[in-house]
């Protein structure tokens, strides 16, 4: 069983910071590409950035320059600080992680139940 732990959402003025934090736990074998997507309401689930288990970092246009993205492989955990915010990256934030668990199974995604992020104007 993986689970994917969220922290670090809340409520932030526009042009502030916060940092999000997410760690798995569970059958971890090999964890692949980790990653932030978001959710606003009303809207499809959207890409926001990636990291590879080795490899540069992939953003969506609309955060790059404002948001990194990092791991840290040895506690199995994926960051995404996220400055300069604007009302417009409200959203749910969600973890997502790809594992494998078992080589017989290959790898799986694996998510994160979510985190609020909303900016103020």
């Known amino acids: 069983q993986v689970q994917l732990v969220e922290s670090g959402g809340g409520l932030v003025q526009a042009g502030g910071s916060l940092r999000l934090s997410c760690a798995a736990s569970?059958?971890?074998?090999?964890?692949?590409?980790m990653g932030w997507y978001r959710q606003a309401p009303g809207k499809q689930r959207e890409l926001v950035a990636t990291?590879?288990?080795?490899?540069?970092?992939d953003y969506a246009d609309s955060v790059k320059g404002r948001f990194t993205i990092s791991r840290d492989n040895a506690k199995n955990t994926v960051y995404l600080q996220m400055n300069s915010l604007k009302p417009e990256d409200t959203a749910v934030y969600y973890c997502?992680?790809?594992?494998?668990?078992?080589?017989?199974?290959?790898?799986?995604?694996?998510w994160g139940q979510g985190t609020q992020v909303t900016v103020s104007s």
């Open positions: 997502n992680a790809v594992i494998i668990t078992s080589w017989s199974t290959g790898p799986r995604d694996y």
């Open positions: 569970g059958r971890l074998m090999s964890i692949r590409k």
């Open positions: 990291v590879p288990s080795g490899g540069s970092a």
